[in-house]
């Protein structure tokens, strides 16, 4: 069966997004499975048309997908391969996770792209967790710590945006004193500004064209009612509603060069709920991406 129907493409120069997959567990703290996500998310998409929520025609978009990312021993190389495999390609940057500590290279890599084509890189990165830990079950490289890393590796406090969070470590709250900068949007202050706010506070943030930005979305970001096939649920989450408005919001009003989604679980799941929303908010990415003078 055809996977992303009617939207792949097997010639890199009519693609306007490219797709890599992850299928990496081994830095997951608690449940484990997101090394099968990037298999299932592919093999899910063969049911939908292309069609957005609204019906809108989305076969114009068409998607290259690079294959796989093979994690090696040597996880400190993984930026080498996203360098390689997928910003060596011009157009939308797609990536499935995988556990969230594979942001580690992705991460890093657009952090060099953005900078080759002069641009300030951002994150916003939408997840129930911050994963500013330093070290977490003694590793740097857990799927706690990736925007430590980036922290670490040249971000700018004022750059990394985190949003819809609600499940902390100790040590992540005295960092966030040492980064007063950078901007923390919990699950509670969400739910108490709204989505509207949120978004035309980042519109105004990240307005400037020298910005460059990657959307890290860890699907635990929604309430584990809406995305129960992940590793580390968190209750209090965001609804879908909210996940979709808010990403597909940055997509259409700023210049959004990457998205990764992560942590999705499918061994976790309950009837490929958590795959569907995440494949079905993509989709709505999609349209977004229709709207915009095409290859960045
Ligand atoms: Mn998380």
Redesign the pocket.
Known sequence: MDEFRDLLTNKKEEANVFLVGVPFDGNASVGKGTSHAPKVLRELSYALPALDRLGNDLSKLKLYDLGDIEVKKEFLKLHEDFKNVLYKEKGFHLIFGGD?SIAIGSERAFFDYAKSLGKEPVIIHI???P?ICDVYEDSKFSHACPIFRSLEYGFKDENITLVGIRGFEAQEIETFKKHPKLDVFKAEDVKKMGVETLISYLRTKYRDPKYLIYISY?I?ANDPAYAPGTG?PEAFGLTNEQTREIITSIVRHLNVDSLDIV?VAPPLDINNITSWLALKTLYEVFYELLQKPCKS
């Open positions: 969230h997840d129930a967790h994963d860890d635990d580390t942590e």
